[in-house]
C-alpha cells in the first residue's frame, strides 16, 4: 500500500536491496544450457475456451494500450552470443515442449531468493533462457495465451531493473555474471560497461513491448483466466509512467472481471490508485466497498492486516485531498508541501517542476535541494545522486527534520562508498579527506540532536567508533581495531540506555554490542536488562534481546543465560517471523537436549524438520543440518546421514554439513577421503570454531595412521593463537555444547519513502548444531594449546 510497494501480488518493493531480472539479456546471452523442464500443454478445450469471441471492453483497452509491433529484446545481443543461444536453442519453437520450456524458465524468477545474489544470478540465467525461448515463439507465430500472459509478465520484471540500477546488488550481479561469461570462455573480451548500455536499452524497450504483448492477449484471449492478472501489470506500468487515466481503467477493468471474487483488498488497491491519479470521487466510493467487502481471508491477523491496509488508504486520501486544496500555493511552505505530497503520490515530473522553481527562486534555501533529492530516491533509489543534490545545503537555512533524515540517509553511504573504494584501489595508503568526510557526517548526527537526540547519539557513536579504526585498519593493525575500539561499544551503548531509556535504537545496540564484552558478568548484565514497560511487547526488541540470550549462553557456556534465553524465546511476539522464532527455540531445545531432555530433543528435529520443509538453499541446509544432528544424537548416525546429504545439496558452499558428514563417517569407520575433507574446511570454513574443530579432527586421524602427528598439532596451536587473536567478540567459541553461531554484524543507514531515516545496527545469528572433535578438550589443555587456551 506505500508509495514503493507495488501494487498487486508478485510486485517487489521498490525499497526491497533486490535486482528482478538481474541483468537479464546477459543471463539470457549466457544460457546456453536446456533447462530441465515438463513437457504439459494446454488440452484442445483450454484453447477453445481461451479464444471466445472478442470483449468490446478488453478490445477497446487493447487499442489504447498497443503501441504495435515491437522488436525483440533478444535483438540487444551481440551477434556472436546470439549464435551462441540460437544454437543451443530447440528446433520448433512452437512446439509443446519448447512453450512449455519457456514457461517454466520464466516462471523460475518467482522461486528466486533474493537476499542470496548467487541465487538470483543462476535464477537469471534460466530467465533470460526462458524470455528468449518465449520471444523466439511468439515471432514464429504462437498465440499460446499463458506463454503471452508470461511473457507480459517478464517484461514487468525486466522494467524493474530500472529501479535497481543504483544499487550496490546490481552491480554486484552483472560483475559475477561478466566474470561467469569469462571463465567459461563464452566471453572473453566483455565489460561490465557493455552489459549496462544493454541493461539500459532493455529498460527503454520493455514497456511498449509489455503493453504490445498486453494487447494480444486481451483481443486474442479475452475469457482467458490470466487476463486480470495481466490487467494489474500494466496498471501499475502506466502508474509508474504517470499515465493516470490508462492506470486506474486497466485496475478498474481488471476488479471487475474478478465479479464477485473481488475481495476487500482488491477495492484497496482500486481505491489507491484512483487517490494517487487525483479521482478523489471514486476513489472514495472504492474504499467505501473495500470495507464492505472485508479482508480476503478469516482470522484475526487477516482482519488486521487489512485494517492496516486501510489505514494506509487513508494517508493517500489525505494527500490527494490535500493537493487538491493546494491549487494555487504562493508561499515557499506551500509549494513546498504540494511537491511533497505530489511525490507521495507518485507524481514525479509535476513535483519536479514544482522544486526546480523553488530553487531558482530560492536559491538559499535548503527546501528545493531536500526535495530534489527525495525526487532522485523516489524515481530510481538514486541514493548517490541524492546525496549530490543535498550536500550544498549544510550551510543554508530551512535545514528542517526532513533535511537531516535524508542527508543522514544518503550522504554518509556516499562517503563510506568513496572511502571503501580509496582502500581497494590504494590499500596501506592514506585516504584524502577522510577527516573532512567525518566532520561531515558527525555535523550531520549534531545537527539531528534538535529533532531525535537519542538517535542523534547512536549515530555520532557509530560514525566516531569508525573514524578511529579506519586509520588502524590500514595500518593492518586489525587486532588493535577490536581491542581498543570495538570494545568500547558495550559500556558506550549501556550508557545510551540509561540516557535514552525509551528508545529504539539505542535498545538495539545495546544487545548487539554484547557480543562484543570480554567480561562474563558485564554481558550478561547487558544480555538480560529489562526493557522499559514502554517497550517490553516491542517484537523487534524482544527477538534482538533473545538472539543475544541465546549467543551468550552459548559463548560464555552459561545454564542460567540459556534458561533465561529459553523463557524469552518461548514469550516471543505473534509479530515476529514465525520461522525465526521457530528456530530460536529449537536450538535451546537442541541444546537442552543434548544434555539430556529427551522431550526438548523431540521438539527440536520436529522444528527443524518442518521448518526444512519451506526453507531453500542456506536457510534449508541450516535446518537440514540441524535436524541431521539432533536425529544423529538420538538415533545414531545412520539416521543423520541422508539429512546431511541433503543439507548439502541445498548449500554446497557451507562447511558444515560436510564436516558434520565427515565426523560421522569417523564414528562409522569409515576413514577413507577424511583428511582431504577436513583440510578443505580449515581453509574454506567461515566460522572459527568449526575451523579449530576440524584441525582437532586432522590430529586425530594422523594418530590412527593419516597424518603426520607433530605437525598437525604445530598447526592447531598456531591456528588456535590466530582465531583468537582475531576473534572480535569477546571470548572465541568453542563449541563445548555443540553448536557454533555464525554471526553477520548488520550495520547500515539509509532513507526510505516509506519509513523515512532508517538505522539498522543488529546481529543476526544462525546457529549450526554441529559433532565436536572428541580430542578437542585434551588439545586445549596440552602443551601446546593450555597458554592461548587459558585465555578463552
Known amino acids: 500500500m506505500d508509495e514503493q510497494r507495488g501494487q498487486h501480488g508478485g510486485e517487489p518493493a521498490r525499497t526491497r536491496r533486490s535486482v528482478p531480472g538481474a541483468a537479464v539479456m546477459l543471463a539470457a546471452a549466457l544460457a546456453c544450457k536446456p533447462a530441465a523442464v515438463g513437457t504439459t500443454s494446454p488440452t484442445v478445450e483450454q484453447e477453445v475456451a481461451a479464444k471466445r469471441r472478442a470483449d468490446p471492453e478488453l478490445q477497446a483497452m487493447a487499442d489504447r494500450l498497443d503501441p504495435g509491433p515491437q522488436r525483440p529484446l533478444s535483438e540487444l545481443m551481440p551477434a556472436w552470443l546470439k549464435s551462441q543461444v540460437d544454437a543451443a536453442l530447440p528446433g520448433d519453437p512452437r512446439s509443446p515442449k519448447a512453450l512449455a520450456e519457456a514457461r517454466e524458465a520464466l516462471a523460475v524468477w518467482d522461486r528466486v531468493k533474493t537476499s542470496d545474489t548467487q541465487a538470483m544470478l543462476q535464477g537469471g540465467l534460466v530467465f533470460g533462457r526462458g524470455l528468449v525461448l518465449a520471444e523466439r515463439a511468439v515471432l514464429a507465430g504462437s498465440d499460446d495465451p499463458e506463454l503471452l500472459a508470461a511473457l507480459a509478465k517478464a517484461y514487468r520484471v525486466v522494467m524493474l531493473l530500472k529501479m535497481f540500477r543504483h544499487s550496490g546488488v546490481f552491480g554486484q550481479l552483472v560483475s559475477m555474471a561478466v566474470e561467469l561469461a569469462r571463465t567459461e570462455g563464452k566471453a ?184 530534489m533529492a527525495m525526487l532522485r530516491i523516489h524515481r530510481g533509489l538514486d541514493f548517490f545522486g541524492a546525496a549530490d543534490e543535498i550536500r550544498p545545503a549544510h550551510k543554508m537555512t530551512g535545514r528542517d527534520r526532513l533535511y537531516y533524515e535524508v542527508a543522514l540517509g544518503t550522504v554518509p553511504m556516499m562517503l563510506f562508498g568513496k572511502i571503501m573504494t580509496q582502500i581497494a584501489e590504494a590499500p596501506g595508503q592514506p585516504i584524502p579527506e577522510l577527516a573532512a568526510h567525518f566532520e561531515e557526517m558527525l555535523e550531520l548526527a549534531a545537527g539531528f540532536r534538535e529533532y531525535d537526540p537519542a538517535r542523534a547519539a547512536v549515530l555520532e557513536v557509530l560514525f566516531t567508533m569508525v573514524r578511529e579504526a579506519i586509520p588502524k585498519y590500514m595500518a593492518d593493525k586489525r587486532t588493535a581495531v577490536l581491542v581498543a575500539v570495538m570494545r568500547k561499544l558495550p559500556e558506550k551503548a549501556l550508557a545510551l540506555t540509561k540516557k535514552f531509556p525509551e528508545s529504539r535504537d539505542v535498545w538495539r545496540l545495546a544487545f548487539a554490542s554484547t557480543r562484543l564484552n570480554t567480561d562474563a558478568a558485564k554481558a550478561k548484565a547487558l544480555a538480560t536488562a529489562r526493557l522499559p514497560a514502554s517497550m517490553q511487547q516491542d517484537p523487534d526488541l524482544r527477538l534482538q534481546q533473545a538472539r543475544a540470550l541465546v549467543d551468550m549462553a552459548l559463548l560464555w557456556e552459561d545454564r542460567t543465560l540459556l534458561a533465561a534465553a529459553a523463557e524469552a524465546a518461548a514469550n516471543l511476539p505473534a509479530e515476529v517471523n514465525a520461522d525465526t522464532a521457530a528456530m530460536t527455540r529449537a536450538t535451546i531445545d537442541a541444546v537442552l537436549g543434548f544434555q539430556g531432555d529427551k522431550a526438548a530433543l523431540q521438539r527440536a528435529i520436529d522444528t527443524f524438520a518442518a521448518v526444512a520443509e519451506r526453507k531453500t538453499g542456506n536457510d534449508q541446509a541450516l535446518a537440514l543440518n540441524n535436524a541431521a544432528m539432533v536425529a544423529g544424537h538420538d538415533a545414531g548416525p545412520t539416521a543423520a546421514m541422508p539429512l546431511l546429504e541433503r543439507a548439502y545439496e541445498a548449500d554446497p558452499a557451507n562447511a558444515a554439513p560436510l564436516y558434520n558428514m565427515s565426523a560421522l563417517r569417523f564414528a562409522m569407520h569409515a576413514h577413507e577421503g577424511l583428511p582431504e575433507v577436513f583440510a578443505l574446511v580449515v581453509k574454506y570454513g567461515k566460522i572459527a570454531g568449526l575451523r579449530l574443530h576440524a584441525r582437532a579432527w586432522l590430529i586425530t586421524l594422523a594418530e590412527a595412521g593419516l597424518g603426520d602427528v607433530a605437525a598437525t598439532r604445530q598447526e592447531f596451536a598456531a591456528a588456535l593463537a590466530k582465531e583468537q587473536a582475531e576473534e572480535s567478540r569477546g571470548r572465541l567459541q568453542l563449541g563445548r555444547w555443540a553448536v557454533l553461531d555464525q554471526n553477520d554484524f548488520k550495520v547500515s543507514l539509509e532513507y526510505s519513502t516509506t519509513e523515512g531515516l532508517t538505522l539498522l545496527d543488529e546481529v543476526v545469528t544462525r546457529w549450526w548444531l554441529f559433532a565436536p572433535a572428541p580430542t578437542m578438550e585434551a588439545l586445549l589443555v596440552s602443551k601446546l594449546g593450555k597458554v592461548k587456551a587459558a585465555k578463552l
Open 188 to 371: 572473453e573480451t566483455l565489460s561490465v560497461e557493455e552489459v549496462l548500455a544493454v541493461a539500459a536499452h532493455v529498460e527503454q524497450r520493455a514497456p511498449d513491448l509489455q503493453r504490445h504483448t498486453t494487447a494480444r492477449l486481451l483481443r486474442e484471449h479475452p475469457r482467458h483466466p490470466t487476463v486480470s492478472e495481466t490487467l494489474l501489470r500494466a496498471s501499475q506500468t502506466e502508474l509508474e509512467r504517470e499515465r493516470w487515466r490508462e492506470a486506474i481503467d486497466l485496475r478498474a477493468l481488471a476488479v471487475a472481471r474478478m465479479g464477485e471474487g473481488a475481495t476487500g483488498p482488491d477495492y484497496v488497491e482500486l481505491a489507491a490508485v484512483r487517490y494517487k491519479g487525483l479521482d478523489v470521487e471514486n476513489a472514495d466510493k472504492a474504499r467505501k466497498e473495500a470495507e464492505a467487502r472485508g479482508p480476503a481471508e478469516p482470522g484475526e491477523d487477516k482482519a488486521a492486516a487489512f485494517r492496516k491496509k486501510l489505514a494506509e488508504l487513508d494517508t493517500f486520501a489525505d494527500a490527494a485531498r490535500r493537493v487538491l486544496a493546494l491549487t494555487d500555493p504562493s508561499g515557499l511552505a506551500e509549494q513546498n508541501e504540494r511537491g511533497h505530497l505530489l511525490l507521495k503520490l507518485g507524481h514525479m515530473r509535476d513535483a519536479e517542476a514544482i522544486f526546480v522553481a523553488l530553487q531558482k527562486a530560492h536559491p538559499y534555501d535548503a527546501r528545493p535541494r531536500t526535495g
